[in-house]
């Protein structure tokens, strides 16, 4: 579902992504580690459509995301790594503006509001303005909003930064209940997270893609452990 | 609904439910009534608005870039840009539909001034007709404002710097049709490049407008002053809004 070839951007004199070819079939979640300024958070911000690439390209759900940007971002939920929401608004009027951008109405827009509601469980701050809300709420309405029109495609920018324990355990839970259909990429800096959700690991530093494998093979390579396995590939 | 609209029903709703609409209101009302009696409403003896009028251009020279500002460098500094452009819109659609919802609230705010034209029906037998022209002159003024505004405000982050920017650009495009800068120019350049400044002046335009004269060429300058930078706004926020 997601194809990505020979990605490049770079900002300045910087080389933010240098190279970047995986794709991610449909019922696989992917987990994307690496460093802070490995360039994880600028593949996923071309994937959606709001930093061109220097070269090379990408499709999602066979759309083109240079060509058909419309499409690719129609098709895909996307939560930014720092969720910037419009503040002033209540949630759900959020929501409403979510479900009349993305062409929901009448029933299938009280249905799909319904979900995710009670998916990222924020019936207690419904009618409340997003400010007053603490980072893990604001973290779960903008989920709810990158879940709301049920996309075949999930990119969730370290979902649960700022969430509590049991938070984190219950999105966690909530993507491997939506793994099966939908293609879903996670960046995380939690090196559990990547055990518990993904089918498959993608290692980047410094723009490359150093490793790309299951989290079970991982382990085996460097005697157990997930840790050492980041460090040893990260720092190589 | 289209993302336009969206986008639009969200910003045009975001100017009530922040305090945004409610200073701009009570001020634009105040000046505008506080100006047009100060400058002699009652001393003139005629039934017409064309004191209220002509106070417009410098009341919105500062007005109108107050509630453009925020339209794009508010986005861009707390970062919802990146949700609103990863949502299936257009940076022209997102921009023609801010664009929109900071006019018709401009609108509005005019058509809040209706007690000036019941005062003036009231007071004597206005000419119905140059009270419309004047609106619309000052509508249209209004959008090209905004236009101003909506560009400075996608080059910056700064709501200050886009303010302090689109009000220099806004009071260039008046003040240089105003007969003491153009006097002023003749006194060293060429007659020919004086009257072509004149005619580049919005202020050249709207007072013809607002004469009840409806010519092409006063609605083409507004239309394109309205097209022209709306569109060079898409295109600095296409190469831009991820910085």
């Given at each position: 579902m997601i194809e990505i070839n020979g990605l490049r951007r770079s900002f300045g004199p910087v080389l933010a992504v240098n190279d970047v070819s995986f794709d991610v079939k449909k019922g696989e979640v992917l987990g994307f580690l690496g460093p802070n300024g490995a360039g994880k958070s600028t593949v996923m911000?071309?994937?959606?459509?709001?930093?061109?690439?220097?070269?090379?390209?990408?499709?999602?759900?066979?759309?083109?995301?240079?060509?058909?940007?419309?499409?690719?971002?129609?098709?895909?939920?996307?939560?930014?790594?720092?969720?910037?929401?419009?503040?002033?608004?209540?949630?759900?009027?959020?929501?409403?503006?979510?479900?009349?951008?993305?062409?929901?109405?009448?029933?299938?827009?009280?249905?799909?509001?319904?979900?995710?509601?009670?998916?990222?469980?924020?019936?207690?701050?419904?009618?409340?303005?997003?400010?007053?809300?603490?980072?893990?709420?604001?973290?779960?309405?903008?989920?709810?909003?990158?879940?709301?029109?049920?996309?075949?495609?999930?990119i969730l920018d370290e979902p649960t930064d700022g969430l509590d324990p049991l938070q984190k355990h219950e999105v966690r839970e909530l993507i491997n209940s939506m793994s099966k259909d939908k293609s879903i990429i996670i960046s995380t800096h939690i090196l559990d997270e990547v055990d518990a959700v993904c089918d498959r690991v993608i290692?980047?530093?410094?723009?490359?893609?150093?490793?790309?494998?299951?989290?079970?093979?991982?382990?085996e390579e460097h005697n157990g452990d997930m840790d050492s396995a980041f460090r040893t590939i990260t720092t190589r | 609904m289209s993302s336009f609209q969206a986008v639009f029903k969200r910003e045009f709703k975001s100017y009530f439910t922040t305090p945004v609409a409610y200073v701009f209101l009570v001020i634009f009302l105040f000046f505008s009534g506080y100006l047009t009696f100060k400058q002699g409403f009652f001393a003139i003896r005629q039934a017409d608005m064309n004191t209220f009028f002509m106070n417009m251009p410098l009341l919105f020279v500062f007005l109108v870039p107050a509630t453009a500002m925020r339209l794009w460098a508010e986005e861009r500094r707390v970062g919802s840009i990146e949700l609103l452009l990863t949502l299936p819109?257009?940076?022209?659609?997102?921009?023609?539909?801010?664009?929109?919802?900071?006019?018709?609230?401009?609108?509005?705010?005019?058509a809040l001034t209706f007690p000036m034209v019941i005062t003036v029906c009231f007071l004597g037998?206005?000419?119905?007709?140059?009270?419309?022209?004047?609106?619309?002159?000052?509508?249209?003024?209004?959008?090209?404002?905004?236009?101003?505004?909506?560009?400075?405000?996608?080059?910056?982050?700064?709501?200050?710097?886009?303010?302090?920017?689109?009000v220099v650009a806004c009071a260039i495009l008046v003040f240089a049709g105003m007969p003491t800068t153009l006097n002023y120019l003749s006194t060293f350049l060429p007659s020919g490049l004086v009257s072509a400044i004149?005619?580049?002046?919005?202020?050249?335009?709207?007072?013809?407008?607002?004469?009840g004269l409806l010519e092409f060429k006063d609605f083409s300058y507004f239309i394109l002053l309205i097209i022209g930078w709306i569109a060079a706004s898409s295109i600095i926020l296409e190469e831009r809004k991820a910085n």
């Open positions: 911000k071309m994937l959606t459509c709001f930093l061109k690439p220097d070269s090379g390209t990408a499709s999602v759900c066979g759309y083109d995301i240079l060509k058909n940007p419309i499409e690719v971002r129609k098709s895909i939920g996307y939560l930014a790594e720092n969720v910037a929401l419009y503040s002033e608004m209540a949630v759900d009027d959020f929501l409403n503006f979510i479900c009349d951008i993305r062409g929901l109405h009448g029933k299938a827009r009280r249905l799909a509001i319904d979900r995710v509601i009670s998916m990222c469980s924020i019936e207690s701050v419904f009618h409340q303005t997003i400010e007053t809300l603490s980072k893990g709420y604001r973290r779960r309405v903008g989920l709810a909003q990158s879940l709301i029109h049920d996309p075949d495609v999930l290692i980047m530093a410094k723009g490359k893609i150093m490793a790309n494998s299951t989290p079970a093979k991982l382990k | 819109v257009t940076v022209t659609q997102a921009v023609l539909g801010k664009f929109c919802a900071a006019w018709l609230f401009i609108v509005i705010a005019l037998d206005p000419d119905a007709g140059l009270i419309v022209t004047g609106y619309l002159g000052t509508v249209l003024m209004a959008g090209a404002f905004i236009s101003i505004g909506c560009f400075f405000s996608a080059i910056s982050k700064n709501q200050v710097i886009s303010f302090v920017l689109s004149g005619t580049m002046s919005l202020q050249t335009h709207f007072e013809s407008i607002q004469k």
